[in-house]
């Protein structure tokens, strides 16, 4: 089976532009989390969602928002990008939506310029 | 708010070498604790959960427990390959957020 996937990789962007990231989870999960891991820090909770609807949100700004799809796939989108913002930006899928080990994908990695 | 805490930042053992990461965690209503494998460039890969004190979970050379205020995972006769950053993360409250460590930076000389 298909792990989690993410797209894109890579990408490199320059203050104040937009991004989106995409994520597909294991087949069978309904949840979605995601996660911003800085170089050398653990992965800091973003959101997550189960069921297409927002479960949980961190303590990032509103600059960040993210949405499930019916599909049970997910984008994170980030506006007026900062340099702070550049990280690996991990996707999580389980099957639960209160409880259960996280499964997570390669991540996309964000360099802000 | 919910705290977890790993030693060391970074260990090097020799080949064989055994030794223990240790995780401690504050948390209120602990409904998990996580222990993942991470290598450079890559997303966690899950090892164990563990729910209560007093439970223990073995995977190969690996073998992790847990107390009420701590978690320890314990690398018997670590080879190379298990070279890797180790982090440690709690789950409490009543949605998935997972609090993560900074985690152990393990390197195994051959």
């Known amino acids: 089976d298909a792990g989690v996937t993410q797209s894109p990789t890579h990408l490199i962007k320059t203050r104040g532009q937009q991004v989106t990231l995409r994520c597909s989870p294991i087949?069978?999960?309904?949840?979605v989390s995601w996660y911003q891991q800085v170089l050398g820090q653990g992965p800091q909770f973003i959101f997550q969602y189960y069921e297409k609807e927002e479960r949980g949100r961190g303590n990032f700004p509103d600059r960040f928002s993210a949405r499930q799809f019916p599909n049970y796939s997910s984008e994170l989108n980030v506006n007026a990008l900062l340099l702070g913002d550049s990280a690996l930006y991990l996707c999580?899928?389980?099957?639960?939506?209160?409880?259960?080990?996280?499964?997570f994908g390669e991540g996309s990695r964000l360099t802000v310029l | 708010e919910d705290q977890v805490t790993q030693s060391p930042e970074a260990l090097r053992l020799q080949e064989g070498e055994s030794s223990s990461l240790n995780c401690s965690y504050t948390?209120?209503?602990?409904?998990?604790l996580f222990w993942y494998r991470q290598d450079p460039g890559k997303g966690p890969e899950f090892l164990f959960t563990?729910?209560?004190a007093g439970e223990e979970k073995e995977k190969e050379r690996l073998k992790a427990t847990l107390t009420k205020k701590e978690s320890f995972l314990h690398i018997t006769a670590p080879k190379p390959e298990d070279s890797a950053t180790y982090l440690c993360?709690?789950?409490?409250?009543?949605?998935?957020?997972?609090?993560f460590g900074t985690g152990t930076k393990l390197q195994v000389i051959p």
């Open positions: 999580a899928s389980s099957q639960g939506g209160i409880f259960g080990e996280l499964f």
């Open positions: 563990l729910y209560s």
């Open positions: 948390v209120s209503g602990l409904r998990g």
């Open positions: 087949s069978g999960h309904k949840s």
């Open positions: 993360a709690v789950q409490a409250g009543g949605y998935q957020k997972v609090t």
